[in-house]
């Protein structure tokens, strides 16, 4: 491979369960489509449904045979995250795989359902619910792995605590959307730091 890892790498994945957020287009899609064809059952949580379930059927086209499932998850709305999560929880014992990759990028100052401006929630407290809401089925999950699909803009991101919520500054989406890839990252890291020491 002269040192550049390719999908080949990925091995086979048959009897795992992946959740892959965001994935009718882009990079989730993408994932979704690799884990599929490595033999892995994977749910495709997506804000939209329609679109998800044109996604099924284009990695269908690619795999026929392949496990897949198209779920609604809008990550802006945590009512959404607890209901997507209560019925994962009700019909699956274990999580594998949870590939965080939904977000939004750059749009005009906007709230989510809860009134957190929209980058941060949508991008990092959407998915930091989510992860803890299944963290139980991924640690029933022997290798259980939990991916953070970030940026390298989060070299550029600032975490301002006293105003998390940008209401008290002039809001500026470039900084907003590299703010929520850095929490990203915090969280990853932590997340990895607590389990080890488990």
């Known amino acids: ?80 995250v607890r209901t997507f999560a209560a019925g994962f929880l009700a019909e699956h014992g274990r999580l594998d795989l949870l590939i965080n990759n939904a977000g939004v990028m750059m749009p005009p100052l906007g709230r989510t359902a809860e009134g957190f401006e929209l980058q941060f929630g949508t991008n990092h407290l959407g998915h930091f619910a989510l992860t803890g809401l299944l963290l139980d089925r991924l640690l029933a999950a022997r290798g259980a792995r939990v991916v953070a699909v970030s940026s390298l803009m989060h070299r550029f991101g600032r975490l301002r605590f006293d105003d998390l919520n940008a209401q008290r500054r002039r809001y500026r989406r470039w900084g907003a959307y590299c703010a929520s890839k850095l929490a990203n990252l915090l969280h990853a890291f932590e997340l990895g730091r607590r389990l080890e020491a488990r």
């Open 1 to 80: 491979m002269n040192g550049q890892w390719t999908t080949e790498a990925i091995g086979d994945l048959s009897g795992r369960l992946a959740i892959v957020t965001g994935a009718n287009t882009g990079i989730g899609f993408v994932t979704a489509l690799e884990l599929a064809r490595h033999g892995a059952d994977v749910v495709l949580a997506c804000r939209d449904v329609h679109k998800a379930g044109k996604a099924v059927e284009r990695i269908r086209a690619e795999r026929p045979g392949a496990r897949l499932r198209a779920l609604p998850l809008d990550l802006a709305m945590l009512a959404s």
